[in-house]
């Protein structure tokens, strides 16, 4: 069926390194897709959020990358951090309406060496 | 901070017993979610509601019941617990047109 999922359960990088988090997703009718950040023992966090009728859009240290050619969804974080250390998930709205019905994918945890 | 409380935080009960879980905003938002999360699978939605006695069903509404009568508070039942619904249970809120879903901190429920 169709899902919204991540290549990768987990990554560990070293702290100060920039870290790619992808995110695959199967309906092309999806047109808003969302980053969240959950610390343990939290709820998930929102980080950035882009629509289909962009490629790219950057935060604070982060970019969201979309390219819907291959449905592909990828985040990245400069200069990662320990603080960084969370599970990330991406997610998508499926229905393409003002309802918000997200989709979301398992995550994937992300571990920050010193 | 998005203004949603959850309780409660933690709750251990037994199979066959009823329960409640509540879901309170300050921000007037008319979309509420809830949700919940287990391992290999993610966050999946049980009902949401687009406002005061308007709810429906997400992808795994069964065994679950949720009421709305007022913007505030949104409730989620479980009538008959069950050991399959342990889990951690998550409200949402939707912010603006955007669609953007804030999370509350979750309520940690153990049924034995």
Not at chain 1, 20 to 40: G, L, R
Request: glycine letters at 10%; charged letters at 20%.
């Amino acid at each position: 069926g169709e899902s919204v999922g991540l290549h990768l359960p987990t990554l560990s990088v070293q702290e100060g390194d920039n870290s790619i988090i992808n995110c695959a997703y199967s309906n092309s009718a999806s047109d808003y897709f969302i980053w969240y950040k959950q610390e343990s023992g939290k709820g998930p966090q929102f980080i950035i959020d882009i629509r289909s009728n962009m490629d790219k859009r950057q935060g604070q240290r982060v970019t969201v990358l979309l390219n819907k050619t291959v449905k592909h969804l990828s985040l990245q974080i400069a200069a990662t951090q320990p603080g960084d250390s969370a599970v990330y998930f991406c997610a998508e709205n499926r229905y393409g309406g003002s309802q918000g019905n997200l989709i979301f994918g398992k995550g994937t945890k992300l571990s920050v060496k010193p | 901070d998005a203004g949603i409380t959850q309780s409660p935080r933690h709750k251990v009960t037994e199979t066959g017993t009823p329960v409640t879980l509540r879901c309170h905003q300050t921000e007037n938002h008319r979309y509420m979610y809830w949700y919940r999360q287990d391992p290999g699978h993610g966050l999946r939605l049980i009902h949401y509601s687009y406002g005061v006695k308007d709810t429906d069903k997400g992808e795994v509404s069964d065994g679950y019941s949720v009421s709305r009568s007022k913007t505030e508070d949104f409730l989620l039942t479980l009538e008959s617990a069950t050991s399959s619904q342990t889990s951690v249970y998550f409200c949402a809120i939707s912010v603006g047109r955007t669609d953007t879903q804030h999370f509350g901190d979750g309520t940690r429920l153990s049924i034995l």
